[in-house]
C-alpha cells in the first residue's frame, strides 16, 4: 500500500461510514433502536482515527486536481473526527430508546448525519477549488440543521433549526455571492490559478463577503446571533459537536483560503480580523456574565474563544495555523468535558446550571472534571487552556498589536467571572439534596475523566504542542 | 539537571506530592492531613534553610558581569514553539524570600491546627500557593515565572471564597480579578519583550546581559512595573488587599501579606527594574510618588480602622509602599532597604496576622473597642501583640527598623528634590504608625479585664512556636543584621550596578 493511498485512506473510509451506518441501521437492527447505527457509527470512527494516525504525516498529496491533503490539513481531520467520536458516544448514551421526550425516531439517520458532516468538515480543508470548498462547506453544515431538529414535536428544537437553517442559507446565499465576484476577478476556480491572480478591489470585496458567511459559521459577532438560540434548543450531544466541530471547520476553511489562494490579499482582511476578534470578545463575555441556563452560558463563551482565536490569524501563516489548531484541540476537550459533565448531570432535566449544585460531594470526579474544564477555558495554568491562550496572543504580539494583546488578556481576566460561577455552583452553593449521581453510562464517567486528565497533562508536557507547530508549517 | 538544580526544585516538588498525598487520603482522616502537611512544610523549610546556608556561606561569583551571583542553576527546554525554558536557579535575594516563605508556611500549617470542615481542600489549596510560590522565587524564565504566578492566584480565590469570614465571595472575587488583572499587565509587556527586537527568547539572564531597545523600554517598564506593583498593592491599585486580606482565614492572611504581595516587589525589581534600566530611569519618579502615597495614605487610613485585620491590612499595605520606596530611589542603600524590608515585613505582619487570628479565636471579637485588657488573662499573647506592634513601629532590635533604617538612608541618598521630599513625607508616616499601633496596643491590652475575657486561655504549644519562630527570626534580623545582609547583598549590588549603570 502506497503512502499515496495510506493518506488518502481515511477519507475514503470516513466518506463511505455514513452508507455503513444507514446499512447497519436497515438491516441488522431487530429492535428497530438507534442502536445499531451508533455502535457503527462508534467504531467506524475509532477506524478513521487509527488510519488517520497511522497514514504518514509529512506528505502533500493531490488527488484528481481538487482534493489536496496537507500535513496541517491532516490533523484538522483528526480534531473533526475526535469531535465526531465524542459527539457520538455521548449520543448513544443520551438518546434511550422511549424514554420521555428523548425519544429518538429515526435514530440511524441521526449518526449517519453527524458521519456525512464530519466527512464534510474533513473536505472542507483538503478542497482544492473553490466549488469543492463551496459543497464541502455544504456538506458540513445542512447535516446539522437537520440533527438540530431532532427533537421531534419539541418546540425549541423545531424553532432553534429554523433560524439555524435561515440564517444559514443567508450565509450560503453571501458565499456564493462572493464566489461569483471572485470568479469575475479572477476567471477561473482552481486555487492554484486563483494564487497567480493579481490582488483587486474585486477580489477584496469578494473575499469580504466570504468572510462575512465565515462569521456566521464561526458565530463571531456580529453575526453570533444564531448561536445561543440553537445552542439551547439542540439535543445536548448536538449542541457539543457544533459548539466545537463547526469552529474547527470555519478555521479549517479560513486557514485553506489564507495558505493557498489568498495569500497574497490577506493583509487586506487584517483590520476585518481585528475587529471581528474584539466584538466577539466583548459580545461573549458580557452575554455570559448573566446566563442560568448552561447552553446559553457555552454559546456566549464559544463566541468569546472565537475572538482569541481570530488573534492569532494575523501571525504569519505557518505560527496562524500551529496556534490554532493546538487550541482548538485544548478547546475540544475543554468544551466536551463540560458537556459531558451537564449531561451527566443532568440527567432527564434541562441543563440549568442547578444541576451542578453540590456536585463536589454527589460526584467529585466530576465535579474536578468540571473545575477542570472551566479553568482550561479560562486559561488557567497549568491547564492546557493557558499555554493555548498564551500561544494565541504571541500571534498577535508577533505582529506588534500589543494593545490588542492587552485588550485580550483583560477579556481574558473578565471571562474567568463567569466561569467561576459554574465553579461556585458546584463546590460552594449549598444545597440539600446530596443524593450520589449515577451516571446512566460508565462509558461517559470514563471518557470525561480522560478529557479532564488530558487537560492537564496538555498543559505541562510540550511535545503534543511541538508535533502541531512542526507539521503546520 | 544538577543536583542543586534538583533541590530548588523539590521546594515546589514537594508540594506537589503533599497534593497528591492528601488528594488520595480517604475523607475523615483530618489529623493525617494536618501532620502530612505539617510534615511536609517542615522538610521544606529545612531544604530552604540548608540552601540558604550553603549560599550565604560560600556566595558564588557572577557568572558574567552584568548577572546575578547564581547558584543550583539549571535549563531545560520545554514549549520550543516559543523558546520557553524550565529555566530555574536562585540568587540571595530568591533564597531570602525563599526562606521567607518556608517559614511562613510552616507556621501557617500550625496556625490552621483547628480548621475542621473540609481540611483536606483546604490544605490542598493552601498547598498550590505554595507550589506556585516557591516555582516563581526559583525561576529564570519570564514566562515560567508568570506561569508560576498565575498558578498561585486560583487558590487563593477558593481559600478566601470558602474559608474566610466577613464578605469573603466579594472579597475574593475581587483580589482575584485585580490580580489577574495586574497579570495581563504583566503579560502584555512580556511579550513585548519576547518580540521587542526580534530576539524571541524569555531567558532573564539574557535580557540582563543585553537589555531591549530603550524605545521598547519606554513602553514595556511601566507595563510591567505597575502589573507587579498591582500583586504589590500599588496604589491606587491596592483596594484588593484590605478586603481580601481580612476576609482571608489567618493562615492565609499570612501568607498572602506575607509572602505573596512580596512577589510584586521581587517582581518589579528583578523582571522590571534589571532587566529594562533606561525606562527605570525614565518612570522612577512616578513610582516613587505612587508608592509615599501608598505609605502616607496606608498610615492614614489605617488610623481610621477599629478592625483589627483591617488595622493589620492597610499598615501592609502602606509598609509594602516602603518596599517600592525603597527601590524607587535607585540608591545602594534604597535597593538593599527594599529587599530587607520585603524579608523584614513578611515575617512582622504574618506574626501580627497569627496573633490577630489567636485573639479572635478567642475573643470572637476583632473590634479594638470590645476588647480590654487581655494583657492579664493571656500574657504570652500579649507580649507578642506588643513586640509584632512595636516592631512595625520600627523599634530598633526588630527588623523593621534595620529594613525602615535602609529605606529611608537611601532615599535620602538620592539628592533630587522630589526623593527627598517623599523620603521626609514617609519618615513622618512613622507618626501615623505610632497612632494607630499604640492605640490598638492600649485599647487591646490595657484597662480593666471584661467579665467574660476573665477565663480566656493563653497562647497553646502549636501557636508559641509560631510566635517564637516569627518574632524570634525578626529579632535575629534587627540585633544582627549581617546574616540576612550577607546572603543578599551580592544579589543587591548585581542589580544596582544594571540599573544605575546602564
Known amino acids: 500500500m502506497t503512502p499515496r493511498l495510506m493518506l488518502l485512506l481515511p477519507d475514503l473510509v470516513l466518506g463511505l461510514l455514513p452508507f455503513?451506518?444507514?446499512?447497519?441501521?436497515?438491516?441488522?437492527?431487530?429492535?428497530?433502536?438507534h442502536r445499531p447505527g451508533g455502535r457503527t457509527a462508534v467504531a467506524g470512527f475509532v477506524l478513521v482515527a487509527i488510519l488517520q494516525v497511522l497514514a504518514p504525516h509529512g506528505l502533500t498529496e493531490t488527488y484528481v486536481h481538487n482534493y489536496v491533503i496537507e500535513p496541517w490539513g491532516l490533523l484538522f481531520k483528526q480534531l473533526f473526527v475526535l469531535c465526531g467520536l465524542l459527539a457520538s458516544v455521548l449520543s448513544f448514551t443520551y438518546f434511550r430508546h422511549g424514554r420521555g421526550?428523548?425519544?429518538?425516531?429515526?435514530?440511524?439517520?441521526?449518526?449517519?448525519?453527524?458521519?456525512?458532516?464530519?466527512?464534510?468538515?474533513?473536505?472542507?480543508?483538503?478542497?482544492?477549488?473553490?466549488?469543492?470548498?463551496?459543497?464541502?462547506?455544504?456538506?458540513?453544515?445542512?447535516?446539522?440543521y437537520v440533527m438540530t431538529a431532532f427533537y421531534r414535536g419539541e418546540e425549541g428544537s423545531s424553532e432553534a433549526a429554523i433560524k439555524y437553517i435561515i440564517m444559514g442559507s443567508v450565509a450560503t446565499a453571501l458565499i456564493l455571492f462572493g464566489y461569483s465576484l471572485i470568479y469575475g476577478a479572477c476567471g477561473v476556480l482552481h486555487f492554484a490559478a486563483v494564487a497567480a491572480t493579481p490582488p483587486s478591489p474585486l477580489l477584496t470585496a469578494g473575499l469580504l463577503f466570504v468572510m462575512a458567511a465565515v462569521s456566521f459559521k464561526l458565530a463571531a459577532a456580529p453575526f453570533h446571533m444564531w448561536a445561543p438560540d440553537v445552542y439551547e434548543g439542540a439535543p445536548a450531544p448536538v449542541t457539543a459537536f457544533v459548539s466545537v466541530a463547526s469552529k474547527a471547520a470555519a478555521f479549517g476553511f479560513l486557514l485553506r483560503l489564507m495558505r493557498g489562494p489568498f495569500a497574497n490579499s490577506i493583509e487586506t482582511l487584517t483590520?476585518?480580523?481585528?475587529?471581528?476578534?474584539?466584538?466577539?470578545?466583548?459580545?461573549?463575555?458580557?452575554?455570559?456574565?448573566?446566563?442560568?441556563?448552561?447552553?446559553?452560558?457555552?454559546?456566549?463563551?464559544?463566541?468569546a474563544q472565537v475572538g482569541y482565536l481570530l488573534l492569532a490569524l494575523l501571525a504569519p501563516p505557518a505560527y496562524a495555523t500551529g496556534s490554532i489548531l493546538t487550541y482548538l484541540f485544548i478547546y475540544t476537550a475543554g468544551n466536551m468535558a463540560a458537556f459531558y459533565v451537564f449531561t451527566i448531570a443532568a440527567q432527564d432535566k434541562d441543563e440549568s446550571m442547578d444541576v451542578v449544585h453540590g456536585l463536589h460531594a454527589r460526584s467529585p470526579v466530576l465535579a474536578a472534571v468540571l473545575m477542570l474544564a472551566m479553568f482550561s477555558l479560562a486559561g488557567v495554568p497549568p491547564l492546557g487552556g493557558f499555554i493555548g491562550k498564551i500561544y494565541l496572543f504571541a500571534g498577535a504580539a508577533e505582529v506588534g498589536r500589543y494593545g490588542l494583546v492587552l485588550f485580550a488578556s483583560l477579556n481574558s481576566v473578565?471571562?474567568?467571572?463567569?466561569?467561576?460561577?459554574?465553579?461556585?455552583?458546584?463546590?460552594?452553593?449549598?444545597?440539600?439534596d446530596l443524593t450520589p449521581l449515577r451516571s446512566p453510562s460508565r462509558a461517559l464517567v470514563i471518557i470525561a475523566i480522560v478529557l479532564g486528565a488530558a487537560l492537564v497533562i496538555l498543559g505541562i508536557l510540550a511535545p503534543f504542542h511541538h508535533a502541531i507547530f512542526r507539521l503546520s508549517a | 539537571m544538577s543536583s542543586g538544580a534538583w533541590l530548588i526544585t523539590l521546594t515546589w516538588l514537594i508540594p506537589t506530592a503533599t497534593i497528591l498525598l492528601t488528594a488520595v487520603l480517604p475523607r475523615g482522616r483530618d489529623g493525617l492531613v494536618r501532620w502530612i502537611n505539617l510534615g511536609s512544610t517542615g522538610i521544606n523549610l529545612l531544604l530552604v534553610a540548608g540552601l540558604a546556608w550553603t549560599y550565604a556561606a560560600n556566595p558564588p561569583a557572577p557568572a558574567a558581569p552584568g548577572l546575578p551571583p547564581l547558584a543550583f542553576s539549571a535549563r531545560i527546554p520545554w514549549f520550543n514553539s516559543l523558546n520557553i525554558d524550565y529555566h530555574v536557579g536562585v540568587d540571595g535575594i530568591s533564597l531570602a524570600m525563599m526562606l521567607l516563605a518556608g517559614i511562613i508556611a510552616f507556621c501557617g500549617v500550625l496556625v490552621s491546627w483547628n480548621i475542621d470542615k473540609r481540611v483536606k481542600e483546604f490544605f490542598i489549596f493552601m498547598q498550590v500557593l505554595l507550589a506556585g510560590t516557591?516555582?516563581?522565587?526559583?525561576?529564570?524564565?519570564?514566562?515560567?515565572?508568570?506561569?508560576?504566578?498565575?498558578?498561585?492566584?486560583?487558590?487563593?480565590?477558593?481559600?478566601?471564597?470558602?474559608?474566610?469570614?466577613?464578605?469573603?465571595?466579594?472579597?475574593?472575587?475581587?483580589?482575584?480579578?485585580?490580580?489577574?488583572?495586574?497579570?495581563?499587565?504583566?503579560?502584555?509587556?512580556?511579550?513585548?519583550?519576547?518580540?521587542?527586537?526580534?530576539?524571541?527568547?524569555?531567558?532573564?539572564?539574557?535580557?540582563?546581559?543585553?537589555?531591549?531597545?530603550?524605545s521598547a523600554q519606554h513602553w514595556i517598564f511601566p507595563l510591567l512595573f505597575l502589573g507587579f506593583g498591582v500583586l504589590g498593592a500599588i496604589f491606587p491599585f491596592h483596594t484588593w488587599s484590605p478586603d481580601g486580606h481580612s476576609s482571608a482565614p489567618t493562615a492565609i492572611s499570612m501568607f498572602l501579606a506575607g509572602v505573596h504581595m512580596k512577589l510584586g516587589g521581587y517582581g518589579c525589581l528583578r523582571v522590571a527594574m534589571y532587566l529594562l534600566p533606561d525606562g527605570a530611569q525614565e518612570w522612577m519618579t512616578v513610582f516613587l510618588v505612587l508608592s509615599t502615597i501608598n505609605i502616607v495614605h496606608g498610615a492614614f487610613v489605617a488610623v481610621k480602622h477599629t478592625d483589627l485585620k483591617y488595622i493589620n491590612a492597610y499598615a501592609s499595605v502602606s509598609h509594602c509602599g516602603?518596599?517600592?520606596?525603597?527601590?524607587?530611589?535607585?540608591?545602594?542603600?534604597?535597593?538593599?532597604?527594599?529587599?530587607?524590608?520585603?524579608?523584614?515585613?513578611?515575617?512582622?505582619?504574618?506574626?501580627?496576622?497569627?496573633?490577630?487570628?489567636m485573639i479572635y479565636s478567642r475573643t470572637h471579637t476583632r473590634q479594638v473597642g470590645e476588647m480590654s485588657g487581655l494583657m492579664k488573662p493571656m500574657p504570652f499573647i500579649g507580649v507578642s501583640f506588643t513586640i509584632a506592634a512595636l516592631a512595625g513601629l520600627g523599634l530598633p532590635g526588630l527588623s523593621g527598623f534595620v529594613a525602615e533604617l535602609n529605606v529611608f538612608l537611601g532615599g535620602f541618598a538620592n539628592a533630587a528634590v522630589v526623593n527627598r521630599t517623599c523620603t521626609v513625607l514617609a519618615i513622618l508616616s512613622i507618626v501615623i504608625a505610632a497612632v494607630y499601633l499604640l492605640r490598638a496596643i492600649n485599647a487591646v491590652l490595657n484597662g480593666p479585664v471584661r467579665e467574660d475575657f476573665a477565663g480566656l486561655k493563653d497562647a497553646t504549644i502549636q501557636e508559641r512556636v509560631v510566635i517564637v519562630l516569627l518574632a524570634g527570626t525578626s529579632m535575629a534580623m534587627g540585633i544582627y543584621p549581617a546574616w540576612i545582609a550577607r546572603l543578599v547583598d551580592g544579589s543587591v549590588q548585581a542589580i544596582l550596578e544594571r540599573v544605575v549603570h546602564p
Not at chain 1, 483538503?126 to 447535516?143: G, Q, R
Request: glycine share 10%.
Open chain 1, 20 to 33: 455503513a451506518v444507514l446499512a447497519a441501521d436497515l438491516f441488522a437492527n431487530p429492535r428497530h433502536d
Open chain 1, 101 to 144: 421526550h428523548r425519544r429518538l425516531s429515526r435514530g440511524g439517520e441521526y449518526f449517519a448525519l453527524l458521519a456525512f458532516c464530519t466527512g464534510g468538515m474533513s473536505a472542507i480543508v483538503s478542497a482544492n477549488d473553490l466549488v469543492m470548498l463551496f459543497v464541502s462547506l455544504e456538506l458540513a453544515t445542512i447535516p446539522l
Open chain 1, 271 to 303: 483590520p476585518v480580523f481585528v475587529g471581528l476578534a474584539i466584538l466577539s470578545m466583548l459580545v461573549g463575555n458580557l452575554g455570559a456574565l448573566r446566563q442560568k441556563n448552561f447552553r446559553r452560558f457555552m454559546a456566549y463563551s464559544s463566541i
Open chain 1, 414 to 432: 473578565a471571562s474567568l467571572f463567569y466561569y467561576m460561577t459554574v465553579i461556585r455552583a458546584a463546590y460552594i452553593t449549598p444545597v440539600e
Open chain 2, 134 to 214: 516557591f516555582g516563581c522565587f526559583i525561576s529564570l524564565d519570564l514566562f515560567t515565572f508568570f506561569l508560576f504566578n498565575e498558578v498561585t492566584l486560583i487558590p487563593t480565590y477558593l481559600l478566601i471564597g470558602v474559608f474566610g469570614s466577613g464578605r469573603k465571595e466579594y472579597a475574593a472575587m475581587k483580589l482575584n480579578l485585580m490580580l489577574i488583572g495586574g497579570s495581563a499587565l504583566i503579560l502584555t509587556g512580556l511579550l513585548g519583550m519576547y518580540f521587542a527586537d526580534g530576539r524571541h527568547t524569555f531567558n532573564l539572564l539574557e535580557f540582563a546581559q543585553q537589555a531591549p531597545p530603550a
Open chain 2, 322 to 357: 516602603l518596599v517600592l520606596f525603597g527601590f524607587a530611589s535607585l540608591t545602594w542603600l534604597g535597593l538593599r532597604g527594599g529587599v530587607l524590608q520585603m524579608f523584614s515585613h513578611g515575617l512582622l505582619t504574618a506574626l501580627f496576622f497569627a496573633i490577630i487570628g
